[in-house]
T-cell receptor, first 114, second 111 residues
Framework: SQTIHQWPATLVQPVGSPLSLECTVE??????LYWYRQAAGRGLQLLFY??????ISSEVPQNLSASRPQDRQFILSSKKLLLSDSGFYLC?????????????FGDGTRLSIL | QKEVEQDPGPLSVPEGAIVSLNCTYS??????FMWYRQYSRKGPELLMY????GNKEDGRFTAQVDKSSKYISLFIRDSQPSDSATYLC???????????FGQGTRLTINP
């Protein structure tokens, strides 16, 4: 069966510091991968998605970037964090080749910027 | 106007009650509809996935889609305290990668 791992679960960072959040998927090949952000009391906002290694699409212009160095690894980064980057960051995957398959989520990273 | 509207609640019902959760949407191009359950400090878990209009049943859960009214529902029968969570509706246009989510409804089932 497929599993998705995100770490760390919780992170507290000062304003202006860099960020690297990692997500890996097991049990499937060539998954579509996604990064979402969930603000308190709000729905999920898609930040980036990737249909293959090195292929990144950005949905929202912002202070963040994403990379996919390996087939089942997706990384969310920032060079300098802003207060507004606080939130719950979720990684998700879906089956490659069919964009209308449901997405499956990890347990997220709760990021607090001080 | 948001593409997907969902009453955030909170909704509180007694154990054993039938729960009805709803979302309305404005984009008639949505064809794929999902319901996710999210426990506190966890990621969303897929409950139901449906295509176009109609009903789908899975155990105590029933999902309904009415495309003519742009309205989807999730019914929970014989609700249990373990069903207490936030329920998110989500939908997708054919061929798109982007899921559009509702705000989520916080549900509490009281023993």
């Amino acid at each position: 069966s497929q599993t998705i791992h995100q770490w760390p679960a919780t992170l507290v960072q000062p304003v202006g510091s860099p960020l690297s959040l990692e997500c890996t998927v097991e049990g499937t090949s060539n998954p579509n991968l996604y990064w979402y952000r969930q603000a308190a009391g709000r729905g999920l906002q898609l930040l980036f998605y990737s249909v293959g290694i090195g292929q990144i699409s950005s949905e929202v212009p912002q202070n963040l970037s994403a990379s996919r160095p390996q087939d089942r690894q997706f990384i969310l980064s920032s060079k300098k964090l802003l207060l507004s980057d606080s939130g719950f960051y979720l990684c998700a995957w879906s089956v490659w080749g069919n964009s209308n398959q449901p997405q499956h989520f990890g347990d997220g990273t709760r990021l607090s910027i001080l | 106007q948001k593409e997907v509207e969902q009453d955030p609640g909170p909704l509180s019902v007694p154990e054993g009650a039938i729960v009805s959760l709803n979302c309305t949407y404005s984009n008639s191009a949505f064809q794929y509809f999902m319901w996710y359950r999210q426990y506190s400090r966890k990621g969303p878990e897929l409950l139901m996935y449906t295509y176009s209009s109609g009903n789908k049943e899975d155990g105590r859960f029933t999902a309904q889609v009415d495309k003519s009214s742009k309205y989807i529902s999730l019914f929970i029968r014989d609700s249990q305290p373990s069903d207490s969570a936030t329920y998110l509706c989500a939908m997708m246009v054919q061929g798109a990668q982007k899921l559009v989510f509702g705000q989520g409804t916080r549900l509490t089932i009281n023993p």
